[in-house]
């Protein structure tokens, strides 16, 4: 087995234990293999050893490796936007990805929707929460979330799935819990007005098993996975 195939077998197996601690079935959590930065060939391993979902955070370079695997004739993967969105890449994030996490704002989900091409399915979308991280210039205060949500549920391109956050580092498990919990608790308010969201795109390598605890249906990992990234490995807000 690879190094990468070993890390992926050691996290699904850290996910299955933090969800039967807390009684939830395993199967809902899934793993996102953050391959941010990394070469296709790491990628590779990933596939190889049964992963499929896939985070990129910079445009361009996630748009290369989605046509270079379509190209291999490689399907059944899907890709995820995790990056911060401006609105002059929107095109193609609309044209490639399947999912993107980072929608903060009615207007980038306009575009998103308009430039889905027709004969795709929706682009699937999860609006990103400001939960804790003031300074951060991304993701919506949480008072906001019922007018974007009723907005982006109209747009006929996107499909609202849910939310997300990258909430600030914090190393207390407790505390890490309650700010995960702020999360679910909207979470479950939308997922009561809109029936097809359910995705809570929450939890990283250090908080993923509050994260899980709270309610998370997606965990975001990369270093865990492929090893550290040359550039610097905070998310960019
Ligand atoms: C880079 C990134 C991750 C993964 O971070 P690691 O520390 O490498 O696990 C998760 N979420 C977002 C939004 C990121 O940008």
């Not at 445009?59 to 291999?72: D, H, L, N, T, Y």
């Not at 998103?112 to 210039?137: C, F, T």
Request: glycine share 6%; aromatic share 6%; charged share 20%.
């Amino acid at each position: 087995m690879s190094d990468i195939a070993h890390n992926i077998a050691r996290i699904q197996r850290q996910i299955s234990a933090a969800a039967e601690r807390c009684g939830r079935l395993p199967e809902e959590v899934t793993l996102l293999a953050v391959s941010k930065t990394k070469p296709a060939s790491a990628i590779e391993e990933a596939i190889a050893a049964g992963q499929r979902a896939f985070g990129e955070n910079y445009v361009q370079e996630g748009v290369e490796k989605i046509q270079r695997f379509a190209s291999a004739g490689i399907t059944g993967l899907t890709w995820h936007f995790i990056g911060p969105l401006q609105s002059n890449k929107s095109r193609l994030v609309a044209e490639y990805f399947d999912w993107c996490h980072t929608v903060d704002r009615l207007r980038i989900a306009a575009r998103l929707s308009e430039q889905r091409p027709a004969g795709m399915a929706p682009l699937n979308v999860l609006i990103q929460i400001n939960i804790s991280d003031e300074q951060s210039k991304s993701g919506i205060r949480p008072d906001e979330l019922d007018t974007l949500a009723a907005q982006v549920a109209t747009l006929p391109g996107v499909r609202l799935r849910g939310l997300m956050a990258i909430p600030a580092p914090e190393t207390d498990w407790q505390r890490q819990f309650d700010v995960a919990r702020q999360m679910a608790l909207a979470f479950n308010r939308l997922k009561y007005r809109y029936p097809q969201v359910d995705t809570l795109s929450l939890g990283m390598t250090d908080d993923m098993d509050a994260a899980i605890a709270a309610g998370s249906t997606m965990v975001r990992i990369g270093t865990a996975i492929f090893g550290a990234r040359s550039t610097p490995p905070r998310p960019q807000h």
